[in-house]
């Protein structure tokens, strides 16, 4: 059973300004909810079509009919959740960050925060037109990785004037990542889908560092920001160890 | 101006079953569009809403109402476009290989035929239940790639018998891809989404490597198919430097 007031504050919740307002976010699915939980966030409420998903007494037990009216998935999958957005920690200054300038595709989002993850990335600075990491579709992309990132948006070019550490840039013509000594504290810098860095920050860049390309066509126009980062995180990570 | 006819081929090309029979496959946007002229795909149909968008002898001018009837996507794109699929060339037996083990995300296949076109990977074979490469959201996501990496679909199990290659998997338990000395030539396999390299080809590996994790938390369980591709090729190419 829903209350109407319930479905009202579940659907305003696709909207960043509400996610604020309210201090919530949503998750879907049984697979998605059970790893937040188990990454401490804080469960606000649950709602489950099927008995054999994550039960506790914030659990509303509703019908398939009802999941389909508050799923934002086309395909509702058995259970949704609302998590309370965590504080907001402070920002590291060492360790390896990663910083994005203007990422727009909540998918490319939600696997950059699960890179991040794996690879051992505890802190994301995004420049605040970076699409909101509380959006539906980033979370459903992160698989639970947002729980172990700490996300921060703020003014990049900020950031960085007041960082000491060397701040590197995927561009187009850079130095080959594979013949850079990379360092374990470092910031890495990628831009936008469409436009890249911008001219900015790519002034603010310390190494412009690329993934060499290897095709006999020189066509390509770019690797997509999540297999790039991809790259980089890996490069970074098998060379210091860390 | 398009005929009934027209739309009624454009529509059906939406399935597998129909791109087959007609040969064709649809491309949408005028940047794909111009890539896969560039790349001397065959085009058969050229359908555009705007003046300045690619124009030659097999382009028709229609109107945006007519273009939103015909596009797949859920915001059309000033053009349309029909291509012959391409003949069939034979499979390669040397090089660099990437064989994908029932891919079933479009999305991800796209992104995949992108990395191997930006790697020199030329060629890919996937088993009969990976996702078509010629489905409209593939297409979308190769940016078009998909013209220059040649896509076969075979019995993924009766190739590997077949060759004499080294043939390494992508796991969640095997050797750390970053102190394998990897050769120029070999195969790749990577597996399904949800259930990685099936149990028949997993017994036909003669390596298995696996992207080091480097996250405080062993919770995140994979990394995405597409960034595995990404690290993987990327290990390939610097250590070998094809």
């Known amino acids: 059973m829903i209350s109407k007031s319930q479905i009202k504050l579940i ?30 966030m804080e469960l606000h409420s649950h709602f489950s079509s099927e008995i054999n998903a994550v039960e506790n007494d914030k659990t509303h037990k509703i019908t398939a009919t009802e999941l389909k009216k508050i799923s934002f998935l086309t395909t509702a999958n058995k259970s949704l959740a609302l998590f309370e957005i965590p504080q907001i920690s402070e920002v590291n200054k060492s360790g390896l960050t990663v910083v994005l300038d203007a990422i727009r595709d909540p998918g490319n989002l939600g696997t950059i925060i699960r890179l991040c993850d794996w690879f051992g990335v505890e802190q994301l600075v995004c420049s605040l037109d970076t699409v909101d990491c509380y959006n ?30 060397p701040v ?54 770019s690797l997509n920001v999540a297999t790039a980062t991809a790259v980089l995180l890996s490069e970074f990570r098998r060379t210091t160890g860390m």
Chains 1, 2 share one sequence.
Do not use: C, W
């Open 168 to 221: 590197y840039g995927g561009v187009m013509n850079g130095n080959s990542i594979y013949n850079e000594a990379l360092p374990a504290d470092a910031i890495v810098v990628l831009g936008n889908e469409a436009n890249g860095i911008s001219k900015v920050i790519m002034e603010q860049l310390t190494h412009r560092i690329t993934i060499p390309q290897f095709g006999k066509s020189q066509e390509t126009d």
């Open 136 to 165: 539906p579709k980033v979370i459903q992309a992160t698989m639970g990785s947002i729980a172990r990132v700490n996300v921060h948006y703020i003014d990049v070019s900020a950031f960085i004037k007041n960082t000491e550490l």
């Open 11 to 40: 659907t305003s919740l696709k909207q960043k300004k509400y996610r604020a307002i309210e201090g919530l976010f949503v998750a879907e699915g049984p697979k998605v909810i059970a790893e937040l939980i188990a990454s401490n």
